[in-house]
C-alpha cells in the first residue's frame, strides 16, 4: 500500500476589527505599500505617519458610527486592510470612502476579496451608510476586476489626474 502525502489545507483569512495592538503592522505594510511606488497617489517619503497616529486613526475610525477599519490576519499576522470611512457632513454621511491594502507577499490568495466581502456585510447592516465608493488607478487591473466582481460600477474617471515622477500620466477611476 502506497502513503500517500497530504497536503495541509490553506489557512484560513480571518477579518477582525482593527485595534490599537494592529497600529504597528498597518503602518508597515503600509509603508511596503508605498514603497511599491504603484497603487497610492502618495509617495512613501511624503507620507508621516506614527505607530501613535495610526494607533489613533483605528480608534477614531472605529468610534464613528459610519466608518470602520478591518484587518486581515493570514497564518497569525496582519497583512492588510480595509478602510470605510463614511461622510463627516450630514450630507455624506451615508457614503463610506474605501481605502483597501494587501501585503505583497500574499496577493493573489483571496486576502483582499476576504475584506471587501467583510466591509460589503458590514456596511449592508450599518443603517447610515447606502453608498460605498472607491477610487482606483485605471491601470490597476486586479483591483479593477475585484470590485466589478463585486458589483461595484465605473461612476467617472478623471483623465490624466494623477502625475508619475517620469511625467507618465495616469487615469482615476472614480467606483461605487
Not at 450630514?90 to 463610506?96: A, D, F, I, P, W
Not at 507577499?105 to 451608510?129: C, D, F, H, Q, Y
Request: overall charge negative; charged content about 30%.
Amino acid at each position: 500500500m502506497k502513503a500517500s502525502i497530504l497536503s495541509a489545507p490553506p489557512a484560513p483569512i480571518l477579518i477582525d476589527t482593527a485595534s490599537d495592538v494592529d497600529a504597528d503592522a498597518l503602518l508597515e505594510i503600509y509603508r511596503s505599500v508605498l514603497r511599491e511606488n504603484r497603487w497610492f497617489i502618495t509617495y512613501e517619503d511624503e507620507y508621516k505617519g506614527t505607530v501613535e497616529s495610526q494607533a489613533k486613526m483605528i480608534r477614531d475610525r472605529n468610534a464613528e458610527t459610519n466608518s470602520r477599519l478591518l484587518v486581515a490576519r493570514f497564518e497569525g499576522r496582519v497583512v492588510g486592510s480595509l478602510s470605510i470611512t463614511g461622510g463627516a457632513l450630514e450630507r455624506t454621511r451615508h457614503v463610506g470612502m474605501i481605502e483597501l491594502y494587501v501585503e505583497r507577499t500574499v496577493r493573489g490568495r483571496g486576502v483582499g476579496k476576504a475584506l471587501m466581502e467583510a466591509g460589503l456585510v458590514w456596511s449592508e447592516t450599518n443603517p447610515i451608510l447606502r453608498k460605498l465608493a472607491l477610487h482606483v488607478f485605471e491601470d490597476n487591473e486586479r483591483a479593477v476586476q475585484l470590485y466589478r466582481s463585486l458589483g461595484f460600477v465605473v461612476e467617472g474617471r478623471l483623465q490624466d489626474e494623477f502625475m508619475e515622477e517620469d511625467g507618465t500620466l495616469r487615469n482615476d477611476l472614480m467606483m461605487a
